[in-house]
Nanobody, 113 residues
Framework: QVRIVESGGGSVQPGGSLRLSCTVS????????MGWYRQAPGKQRELVAN???????NYADSVKDRFTISRNNVWNRLSLQMNSLKLEDTAVYYC???????WGRGTQVTVSS
């Protein structure tokens, strides 16, 4: 059974930072590409960043140079370091195994002044 649990969300002022974490169980984590997605109110879910099994990364243009995705294959953990947060980064953030149809419940990130 695949289980995905995100954590680390919260409220922060513009320009602040947050670090999201995701723990995955039930799969051979290290062989899968992983991704962070987000969904803002009234908008479609979108890809924020992904990371291949070998560590290659890809970012949405809107978060490049501000967010960093990383993984720890020993602890089956995916992370997203978010710096210089903007109001438009407010969303529920989800972790996903890229090629599998499983989602966690997400973690809320709110950026407000």
């Amino acid at each position: 059974q695949v289980r995905i649990v995100e954590s680390g969300g919260g409220s922060v002022q513009p320009g602040g930072s947050l670090r999201l974490s995701c723990t995955v169980s039930g799969i051979n984590f290290k062989i899968y590409q992983m991704g962070w997605y987000r969904q803002a109110p009234g908008k479609q879910r979108e890809l924020v960043a992904n990371i291949t099994s070998s560590g290659s990364t890809n970012y949405a243009d809107s978060v490049k140079d501000r967010f960093t995705i990383s993984r720890n294959n020993v602890w089956n953990r995916l992370s997203l370091q978010m710096n210089s947060l903007k109001l438009e980064d407010t969303a529920v953030y989800y972790c996903k195994v890229s090629s599998l149809p499983f989602w966690g419940r997400g973690t809320q990130v709110t950026v407000s002044s």
